[in-house]
């Protein structure tokens, strides 16, 4: 089981999770997914690792509910458990897999997020500014109130 140790609603039908999964946060990079599944009559859902944390060995997920089982995933609550939590799973950002960072630290890295878009930008932009690499990010949505991540300035470059 996996449990549930935060969860804080974003936006409107947007949630953000930060679920224990030990395996998981030890060997994932931006750009890697999860499956989750509440419990056995649930479907598997592919979800984007938005952050980790691989001291408290949690993975952050946000989920938009748009149907039956994200509607069920959105009920759940600080202290519930997911059944399974598979991953890592996909390959990693490039910019993670990039061999010479300091031609990576000349660039101009720019970032457009739109909406449920910016929750893989977020480990990207993260990753990069921990490795001294500085990126500019650009984020959108249909109303201001589907903004989320706004608040992270430590990492990104707001304008």
């Not at 499956?35 to 979800?47: F, Q, T």
Request: net charge negative; aromatic share 6%; charged share 30%.
């Amino acid at each position: 089981m996996y449990k549930i140790v935060r969860k804080e609603e974003l936006a409107a039908n947007i949630i953000l999770m930060d679920v224990e999964a030990p395996r998981v946060a030890k060997t994932c990079l931006p750009g890697q997914f999860i499956i989750a599944r509440i419990d056995e009559e649930g479907e598997r859902i592919p979800l984007t690792i938005c952050d980790y944390d691989r001291k408290k060995a949690t993975i952050t997920i946000v989920v938009q509910t748009i149907g039956a089982s994200t509607l069920r995933m959105n009920e759940l609550q600080e202290g519930d458990a997911f059944l399974d939590f598979v991953g890592p799973l996909g390959k990693p950002s490039e910019f993670c897999l990039e061999e010479n960072l300091e031609e990576t630290k000349k660039k101009n890295l720019v970032f457009i997020a739109g909406g449920l878009g910016t929750a893989p930008v977020y480990p990207q932009v993260k990753w990069l500014h921990e490795h001294g690499v500085d990126a500019t990010v650009i984020m959108g949505s249909r109303t201001k109130d589907l903004l989320f991540y706004i608040d992270e300035r430590s990492v990104c470059d707001h304008r």
